[in-house]
């Protein structure tokens, strides 16, 4: 757990101090929660944090195995009708999986690892980014 502070709307690419980000600035519009197969643009999935999501990211390598797990995870673990999950690939991780709610976040060695469940039960909807109950769908992107 750590800090995140930063509320505010802005245009444009922010930079930020965790990789993958887990609160801060961010986008005026939030990412649709759900399955994507390509990388999701950082200010838009920060907002979704914001309103109660986990982001799931990934390692682009892992196996294709481990990717079908990790969707089947999102389709059947998805809390109420806003979903409040993304699954994406991002570059650079520095473990297999990194799971990230609003100033927290946890890596992962294997998707067989029951920490995922637990993470996942604890944040997802929750109102650690301020805004318990956000909207996770009727943003940008277009899940798998």
């Known amino acids: 757990m750590f800090a995140a502070r930063n509320h505010k709307h802005v245009a444009g690419t922010v930079s930020y101090d965790h990789s993958p980000p887990a609160g801060g600035a961010h986008s005026a519009t939030w990412l649709n ?22 982001w799931i990211a990934y390692r682009p390598d892992l196996a294709s195995a481990d990717v079908f797990t990790l969707r089947q995870f999102v389709v059947t673990h998805s809390f109420e009708t806003q979903g409040y999950l993304v699954l994406s690939p991002y570059a650079g991780l520095s473990a297999p999986i990194v799971l990230s709610a609003w100033g927290a ?40």
């Open 33 to 54: 929660c759900g399955i994507y197969s390509t990388p999701v643009p950082n200010e838009n999935v920060v907002h979704s944090l914001e309103h109660g999501a986990v």
């Open 105 to 144: 976040q946890l890596k992962l060695g294997s998707v067989s690892d029951p920490r995922l469940t637990e993470f996942a039960k604890h944040f997802e909807g929750g109102g650690q980014g301020g805004e318990k109950g956000g909207e996770c769908v009727g943003g940008v992107g277009r899940p798998n």
